[in-house]
């Protein structure tokens, strides 16, 4: 199983990212697939998570109505949309299948 999550930086207050999570290895559109972000002294965070048939999607309640998770199981992908981003989303996000972890991709929100 491999995990390669893209799309991180810097990014002001109130604006957006989008991050992707490419995925090999595994049959992708059998699985559920989710986000998960560690801000800098803090435990893992759930995110988002979406099954593997797209529907019944749950998001952690700091980002309700902000972030949008997606998955195109043509490209095996798994994205995450992130809108009016507060200093607080700083973090390291992580994609996750099954007990499987990317390496994460770094997302700074600072003015």
């Known amino acids: 199983v491999r995990l390669v999550e893209s799309g991180g930086g810097l990014v002001q207050p109130g604006g957006s990212l989008r991050l992707s999570c490419a995925a090999s290895?595994?049959?992708?559109?059998?699985?559920?697939m989710s986000w998960y972000r560690q801000a800098p002294g803090k435990e893992h965070e759930l995110v988002a998570t979406?099954?593997?048939?797209?529907?019944?999607?749950d998001y952690g309640d700091s980002v309700t109505g902000r972030f949008t998770i997606s998955r195109d199981s043509a490209k095996n992908t798994v994205y995450l949309q992130m809108n009016s981003l507060k200093p607080e989303d700083t973090a390291v996000y992580y994609c996750?299948?099954?007990?499987?972890w990317g390496k994460g991709t770094l997302v700074t929100v600072s003015s």
């Open positions: 979406i099954p593997s048939g797209g529907g019944n999607i």
């Open positions: 996750k299948v099954g007990n499987f």
């Open positions: 290895g595994f049959t992708f559109s059998n699985y559920g």
